[in-house]
């Protein structure tokens, strides 16, 4: 048997009745209607057969008209004060309040509603947050290494040769290029940040990137000594690219800030003197690049893989193996993964016999269009 419109106009129901739920407002408004008439109805009968003044009938009509009327419209406008108090709090930059949602009628699909508005208002701030410290992570390390140069040279440690003055530079130039991402970072919600991916040889990229995190290490190591306190120099850094010759296609940046983060947050949790290697490997596809960055610090437990990439996680090993290093802000890993993300490859904590090992899989070119 069919329960389509047709077949309710069919069987008499009103079109403008047709898909009214049986608990909606106008349900209800209709129900205090039909007890109001069967309640004076009633009443008018009861006083024809016992002969009462019809002024009592009608005094205790209206008595129990308004008794109901008030019991409907308290239950009606009740859930809407819930409403305006969630939305003024709302408005006021509290977006941890939600509406008690316990009805089926339309104030609550009103209340789920603003509940959904104000679960993405709370996402959005949270990520605007994020994107804040996103930001100021990234700009630390330049800003460090080109304070640590500068000082260096005034204080009369180092003169101002090429070579120092190229360290500088490309600290400054590091600097620049990561305040040009402030745009590109604006609009990852939107996802449209754009990927300025080329083909490029491994082994001199990597072994750049290699060699400008043993300067920013002795450059943090240079202004901890001048405030008492330590940073990782005793970190010794591998590079094992094979094939020699082997190329890839991708955003040198953003795979410099996976590179770079990863680095830094090995040297974090390696031993006193330990190692930290980076391999590099042809993956399946075409100019597809598989990365590995291992450490032999103590490992993550298994039961925390799943949140190694969550921003803010610093995991259960509370203070780094290494001595005289911080835990850092829980940032790095989640930027690497954003990263990766935006080539669409995979990232995530690989079987390691000691320590911990973080593969990446980059997906090389796009397929060409025939």
């Not at 047709?6 to 898909?19: F, N, Q, T």
């Not at 090995?266 to 490997?281: D, I, L, M, N, Y």
């Not at 075409?286 to 450490?295: G, R």
Request: hydrophobic residues 40%.
């Amino acid at each position: 048997m069919s329960d389509g419109p047709a077949a309710r106009r069919s069987a008499g129901v009103p079109r403008s009745w047709a898909g009214v739920s049986p608990f909606s407002i106008k349900t209800k408004l209709a129900a205090l209607v039909v007890v109001s008439v069967l309640i004076t109805t009633g009443l008018s009968m009861i006083a024809v057969h016992t002969k009462t003044e019809l002024r009592f009938i009608m005094v205790f009509s209206m008595i129990a008209t308004l008794l109901i009327t008030q019991f409907v419209a308290h239950s009606l406008t009740a859930p809407l004060d819930d409403m305006n108090a969630v939305a003024r709090s709302i408005s006021q930059g509290d977006y941890t309040r939600r509406v008690q949602v316990n009805r089926k009628d339309e104030l609550g699909d009103l209340a789920q509603t603003i509940n959904v508005m104000a679960d993405e208002l709370e996402a959005q701030d949270r990520r605007r947050k994020e994107l804040v410290a996103n930001v100021s992570h990234e700009l630390r390390t330049p800003i460090a290494g080109l304070r640590a140069v500068l000082e260096n040279i005034v204080d009369g440690v180092t003169e101002a040769d090429p070579e120092t003055m190229r360290t500088a530079l490309k600290q400054s130039e590091r600097l620049g290029r990561l305040v040009e991402t402030l745009l590109d970072l604006s609009r990852l919600d939107n996802g449209v940040v754009p990927l300025k991916q080329r083909r490029f040889e491994v082994w001199p990229y990597l072994s750049g990137v290699l060699k400008e995190a043993n300067l920013v290490a002795s450059a943090r190591a240079g202004i901890a000594s001048d405030s008492g306190s330590h940073t990782r120099t005793d970190v010794h850094l591998h590079l094992d690219v094979s094939p020699p010759e082997l190329t890839a296609h991708a955003d040198p940046e953003r795979i410099h800030q996976v590179v770079a983060n990863l680095i830094d947050n090995a040297v974090k949790h390696s031993p006193p003197h330990g190692r930290v290697t980076v391999k590099a490997r042809r993956g399946p596809q075409p100019e597809s690049l598989e990365l590995e960055v291992l450490d032999e610090g103590p490992g993550i437990p298994r039961a925390e893989w799943h949140r190694v990439f969550e921003r803010f996680n610093r995991g259960s090993v509370n203070r780094p193996h290494g001595p005289g290093s911080d835990g850092g802000t829980g940032l790095g890993l989640a930027i690497a993964r954003w990263a990766v993300d935006l080539h669409g490859g995979k990232i995530g904590v690989a079987e390691s016999e000691r320590g911990c090992r973080i593969l990446v899989t980059l997906p090389g070119s796009p397929p060409r269009q025939s």
